[in-house]
C-alpha cells in the first residue's frame, strides 16, 4: 500500500446547455418556465475551474507480479475548488404557475442557478482511479 500527494495540471472547461421540451418548458433553480408564444427557449452556458494546477492526494496498491513486472491501483482526488459559471438565455420566459408571486422572474432564477452550481461544494473534488501495470528498471 502507499500514499500518494502532488500537484497536477487541470485544464477542464465544460459547455453547458438545457433547452425547452416538447412542451416548451424548461426548469430553472426548481421552478418551471415556458416560452412566450410557444418559441423553441435555452439556456446555455461555461463551467470552469479557477486551479490549473491542483494538489492532488491519493491511496493506492502496488503488488509485485515477478520482480520487474508489476500492477497498480489507486484512488484519490483533485482539490480545484469551485467553478465559475457563466448561464444566458436564448428566448422569453415566464413562470407557468404565473399567478404565484413567490416563484422569481427567470433572470432571478438564473443567476440564482448560476449562484447555486458557483457554491455547490460537490464539484470541489474531483475523483481519480488509475489502474495500470509497472516495469522496474
Known amino acids: 500500500f502507499y500514499m500518494a500527494a502532488g500537484v497536477g495540471y487541470i485544464d477542464n472547461d465544460y459547455g453547458l446547455e438545457s433547452r425547452t421540451g416538447a412542451d416548451g418548458i424548461i426548469t430553472v433553480d426548481g421552478n418551471r418556465y415556458k416560452t412566450v ?8 452556458g461555461d ?12 491511496i493506492g496498491f502496488s503488488p509485485a507480479i515477478t520482480n520487474r513486472w508489476g500492477v497498480f491501483g489507486e484512488i484519490g ?3 480545484n475548488g469551485n467553478p465559475r459559471v457563466n448561464l444566458a438565455s436564448t428566448g422569453n420566459f415566464i413562470a407557468v404557475d404565473s399567478t404565484n408571486p413567490d416563484i422569481p422572474d427567470f433572470d432571478t432564477a438564473l443567476r440564482n442557478e448560476e ?17 495500470g501495470v509497472s516495469f522496474r528498471f
Open 37 to 44: 408564444g410557444g418559441t423553441t427557449g435555452r439556456v446555455t
Open 47 to 58: 463551467l470552469s475551474y479557477k486551479n490549473n494546477i491542483a494538489p492532488y492526494v491519493g
Open 77 to 79: 482526488a483533485y482539490y
Open 115 to 131: 449562484n447555486e452550481i458557483r457554491n455547490d461544494n460537490e464539484y470541489e473534488w474531483l475523483p481519480v482511479a488509475k489502474l
